[in-house]
């Protein structure tokens, strides 16, 4: 069906451009829309159209494969217990060697902009996995380069052992340990009732804080 663009001072044939004001017979119209040149436009019209519509998905569908690299890249790093920051040092690596190595930034944007949703994603299937479980919990406190205190606790559920949370405190006593325990507990939907074994070393205010927590 032939398509008219209407103005105030005139009508013209969309496609084309023509002015068709004038114009008294349908016959006219018919045989410029037989016509090579009408042919030629339509054609490039539509083929234009065609590019715009096949660039968004194609667009779309480049920036997740650029996502899902990057994703897998910082998995890889996270299992392997690779520090994010010596991403920097291997990107001429990547880009000399790797195809589509231009997909990998640099590790602060990386640490800003996908270490979340990894981490997230990290997060939600622990949480499947050991939420309301009768786990094995096991907790150790140590320090780290900047003296601060560091608290590991594992969980153990049907041979499945993972780190679930690693928490950075400037002290530690009882009370703070207690607090840590039940956070924990509550992310997991765990009722003090349900852990099955409590793991630590032997120092006075762990057995402090698990004997207080578990006796309410």
């Given at each position: 069906?032939?398509?008219?663009?209407?103005?105030?001072?005139?009508?013209?044939?969309?496609?084309?451009?023509?002015?068709?004001?004038?114009?008294?017979?349908?016959?006219?119209?018919?045989?410029?829309?037989k016509s090579q040149k009408h042919i030629s436009n339509v054609n490039s019209h539509n083929n234009e159209k065609?590019?715009?519509?096949?660039?968004?998905?194609?667009?779309?569908?480049?920036?997740?494969?650029?996502?899902?690299?990057?994703?897998?890249?910082?998995?890889?790093?996270?299992?392997?217990?690779?520090?994010?920051?010596?991403?920097?040092?291997?990107?001429?690596?990547?880009?000399?060697?790797?195809?589509?190595?231009?997909?990998?930034?640099?590790?602060?944007?990386?640490?800003?902009?996908?270490?979340?949703?990894?981490?997230?994603?990290?997060?939600?299937?622990?949480?499947?996995?050991?939420?309301?479980?009768?786990?094995?919990?096991?907790?150790?406190?140590?320090?780290?380069?900047?003296?601060?205190?560091?608290?590991?606790?594992?969980?153990?559920?049907?041979?499945?052992?993972?780190?679930?949370?690693?928490?950075?405190?400037?002290?530690?006593?009882?009370?703070?340990?207690?607090?840590?325990?039940?956070?924990?507990?509550?992310?997991?939907?765990?009722?003090?009732?349900?852990?099955?074994?409590?793991?630590?070393?032997?120092?006075?205010?762990?057995?402090?804080?698990?004997?207080?927590?578990?006796?309410?």
């Amino acid at each position: 069906m032939a398509k008219f663009k209407v103005t105030s001072d005139y009508t013209s044939y969309g496609i084309c451009h023509h002015d068709v004001t004038a114009v008294k017979q349908k016959s006219v119209v018919d045989n410029h829309c037989k016509s090579q040149k009408h042919i030629s436009n339509v054609n490039s019209h539509n083929n234009e159209k065609n590019k715009i519509q096949l660039t968004l998905p194609a667009t779309q569908t480049v920036a997740n494969f650029k996502k899902q690299v990057i994703e897998d890249l910082l998995e890889a790093f996270v299992i392997a217990d690779i520090s994010l920051e010596k991403v920097n040092s291997l990107l001429s690596f990547f880009k000399k060697h790797l195809k589509n190595s231009g997909s990998i930034l640099q590790a602060s944007t990386l640490w800003q902009i996908y270490l979340p949703d990894v981490f997230n994603k990290h997060y939600q299937f622990l949480k499947l996995l050991f939420d309301s479980k009768p786990v094995a919990i096991i907790m150790d406190e140590t320090t780290d380069n900047c003296t601060r205190s560091v608290v590991n606790t594992i969980f153990t559920y049907q041979n499945k052992t993972k780190l679930v949370f690693v928490n950075f405190l400037e002290r530690v006593n009882n009370a703070i340990m207690g607090q840590t325990f039940m956070i924990i507990l509550t992310h997991f939907n765990i009722s003090f009732n349900l852990p099955r074994l409590f793991l630590s070393d032997s120092a006075t205010y762990i057995k402090k804080c698990y004997q207080e927590y578990t006796c309410h």
